[in-house]
């Protein structure tokens, strides 16, 4: 079993940076692959960002794309989303996902893991 634990959100103007981080419970995560999602007030849980084992592949939903960067460690192992440019409608519930890979493409579905999440919300 996986525990990951986010932290880092909080209360930021729109135009502002914050840095979420996923702490994994156990160092098998360094072979997972990782992502972020995130679920706004009446919306479903959407994807966010993915980066493979090495941290040598990444993919980001269009909305975010050019703002925010994923990034991993896995000596730690824990793994980032740095968020600059935010804006009001980035506000949500942020979780972090892990899941065995599968396949070339870097996947936006199918992840076993799930941190329990951590609020971000952009005043405008």
């Known amino acids: 079993q996986v525990q990951l634990v986010e932290s880092g959100g909080g209360l930021v103007q729109a135009g502002g940076s914050l840095r979420l981080s996923c702490a994994a419970s156990r160092r098998t995560v360094s072979a997972f692959t990782m992502g972020w999602f995130r679920q706004a007030p009446g919306k479903e849980r959407e994807f966010v960002a993915a980066?493979?084992?090495?941290?040598?592949?990444?993919i980001y939903a269009d909305s975010v794309k050019g703002r925010f960067t994923i990034s991993r460690d896995n000596a730690k192992p824990t793994f980032y989303l740095q968020m600059n440019s935010l804006k009001p409608e980035d506000t949500a519930v942020y979780y972090c996902?892990?899941?065995?890979?599968?396949?070339?493409?870097?996947?936006?579905?199918?992840?076993?893991?799930w941190g329990q999440g951590t609020q971000v919300t952009v005043s405008s």
């Open positions: 996902a892990a899941r065995r890979p599968s396949g070339l493409r870097l996947p936006t579905t199918g992840y076993d893991y």
């Open positions: 980066i493979n084992w090495s941290g040598g592949s990444t």
